[in-house]
């Protein structure tokens, strides 16, 4: 049979661990990945505090861990907002811990109530609980898969509060001797309720590192798909996300244009002003790019210089004008800009059935070859090669 101190021990356990991971995982600095930590360590800290309360002077045992333990609970609420990128009233917070604290020393010293402590400390929980479960359902929005973390989260809360409102209302209806007068006695009733008790915070904690990670892995996965100079498409991940455009196209029979897009002239301008300033135009031509393009079109660097733009929905005449706009709009940049004098050639073609990306890469790439053959700073399309 377990005892009440083993199930503390346990859950000291589980907090020690999932602290441990958490600070492997702190140079990732993600938000809200810290105050985890640190909740994890109180909640280990608390549930020594209760599993060793009989050898612990009394205010250790009954203040102490009752108020680490709610400030184990105020972390992770603070964790859980930062994760969800919400505000945090740390203020609040610490007040609510500190009246908890005052709480149970009211119920311990003035009026000796194991009850009323139970009260207080189960009702901070509810409200914690609550506050965590509204935070994530607000924040609906930026879940992303997998979602079974955000339900694991979910699912604790809500076990939690409901284990903690029972816990109540089972020493309220069921008082006397089949109802514990400490934490430690071991009855049935204080097993069931303290094994949700101690294995909550360490579950919700255990959330709150599959969150941290799955932002690492995110963060990873978008470094990986970005060009690390200008941030638009690897050539790799234009490609990746160029098939399966295609495939779309070739599933729905919708328009599918490409734009091949080059400097004219560039390795003058690394001549003249430098490397250092040839890479600040690629970078402000990526900026320029993003504000004229449509949200729906990719933009990758398939080369040193060089540029495509996959545009789902668009036809070569559309493809053209935006090339065009594209273009002027870099002509348009005055001394100073990064991009003054800098001019572009473009090649525009349009997805043919069965095309693959390779195919139509190529025939943006032939018309882009007659922009520069036509004396550079001009958009040609594949119709206008067949004039
Ligand atoms: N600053 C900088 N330059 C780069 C980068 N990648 C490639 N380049 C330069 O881009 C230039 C590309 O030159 P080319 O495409 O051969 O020719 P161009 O001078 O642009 O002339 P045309 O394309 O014929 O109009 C080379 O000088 C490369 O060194 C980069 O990341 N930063």
Not at 249 to 271: C, E, S, V, W
Not at 320 to 347: C, F, H, M, Q, Y
Request: include cysteine.
């Amino acid at each position: 049979m377990l005892s009440t101190q083993l199930v503390f021990l346990i859950g000291a356990l589980l907090c020690a661990l999932t602290f441990f991971v958490l600070y492997g995982l702190a140079a990732s600095r993600v938000a809200g990945a810290d105050c985890v930590r640190w909740a994890a360590l109180l909640g280990a800290a608390g549930n020594l505090l209760y599993a060793f309360g009989r050898a612990l002077p009394p205010l250790l045992a009954y203040e102490a861990a009752n108020a680490v333990y709610a400030a184990a609970t105020a972390v992770l609420v603070a964790g859980f907002r930062l994760l969800f990128r919400r505000s945090v009233h740390a203020k609040g917070l610490s007040a609510s811990v500190l009246v908890l604290a005052v709480l149970v020393a009211y119920f311990h010293y003035v009026h000796d109530s194991f009850f009323g402590r139970s009260v207080v400390v189960s009702l901070y929980q509810v409200m914690a609980m609550g506050v965590i479960g509204h935070t994530l359902l607000r924040a609906r929005r930026q879940w992303h898969k997998p979602y079974y973390v955000k339900a694991f989260i979910l699912a604790v809360c809500l076990l939690t509060a409901a284990g903690h409102l029972g816990r109540i209302g089972w020493q309220y209806v069921a008082p006397g001797p089949i109802n514990p007068t400490s934490l430690l006695q071991p009855a049935p009733s204080s097993i069931f309720f303290l094994g949700a008790f101690c294995v909550s915070l360490p579950a919700l904690a255990f959330g709150g590192l599959l969150l941290v990670h799955r932002r690492i892995v995110a963060t990873v996965e978008e470094a990986a798909n970005r060009d690390f100079l200008t941030g638009a498409l690897s050539r790799r991940a234009f490609f990746k996300l160029g098939e399966r455009e295609v495939a779309v196209a070739g599933r729905t029979h919708r328009p599918l244009a490409l734009l091949l897009i080059d400097f004219d002239n560039f390795k003058p301008i690394n001549d003249k002003l430098g490397h250092e300033a040839g890479d600040k135009a690629l970078i402000a031509f990526v900026r320029r790019a993003e504000s004229v393009l449509r949200t729906t079109d990719f933009l990758g660097r398939v080369g040193g210089d060089e540029f495509a733009v996959l545009m789902p929905e668009a036809d070569l005449a559309a493809a053209a004008n935006a090339g065009e706009r594209l273009k002027k709009r870099i002509e348009a940049t005055r001394e100073g800009d990064p991009l003054a004098g800098v001019t572009l050639s473009i090649g525009a073609a349009l997805w043919q059935e069965r095309d693959s990306l390779k195919e139509l890469m190529k025939r943006a790439d032939t018309a882009l070859y007659r922009a520069k053959a036509n004396g550079r700073n001009c958009v040609m399309t594949e119709s206008a090669l067949a004039n």
